[in-house]
C-alpha cells in the first residue's frame, strides 16, 4: 500500500517562505511524476508544480520564479519551496504521485493528506 505524508505548511506573512516536503512510501515499483497541486476554498484543484521521473519540470503560470520543486530520489521525496509568498497562495497544498505499484505493476494516482498554508497580508 501507498502512502503520501505532507509536511511544512503554516501560516507565513506575505513576502515570507515555507517549504512543504512530501515523504512517498509503501510497494514502489518505479515513479512516473511527483508534484503538488493546491485547493482554495470554492475553487478546484490545481496544479502548482509537477517534476517528471527523468528531471524536467513543470510550473503553473502563477508560481514561477517564486516556487521551486525538488526531489530526494533516495529517499522517495518530493519538496516545494515556496518564496514571496502572497496572500493568493492561501490554500491546502496536496502532494500527488503518479507511480507503478511493484505488486500489480500498473500506473496509479495517489494523493496525500493535504497541509494548509496561510499567508496573511
Do not use: H
Amino acid at each position: 500500500q501507498v502512502q503520501l505524508v505532507e509536511s511544512g505548511g503554516g501560516l507565513v506573512q506575505a513576502g515570507g517562505s515555507l517549504r512543504l516536503s512530501c515523504v512517498v512510501s509503501g510497494s514502489i515499483f518505479r515513479f512516473n511524476t511527483m508534484g503538488w497541486y493546491r485547493q482554495a476554498p470554492g475553487k478546484e484543484r490545481e496544479l502548482v508544480a509537477v517534476t517528471v521521473s527523468g528531471g524536467s519540470t513543470n510550473y503553473a503560470d502563477f508560481v514561477k520564479g517564486r516556487f521551486t520543486i525538488s526531489r530526494a530520489n533516495a529517499k522517495n521525496t518530493v519538496y516545494l519551496q515556496m518564496d514571496n509568498l502572497k496572500p493568493e497562495d492561501t490554500a491546502v497544498y496536496y502532494c500527488n504521485a503518479n507511480l507503478v505499484g511493484a505488486a500489480d505493476l500498473k500506473s496509479k494516482d495517489y494523493w496525500g493528506q493535504g497541509t494548509q498554508v496561510t499567508v496573511s497580508s
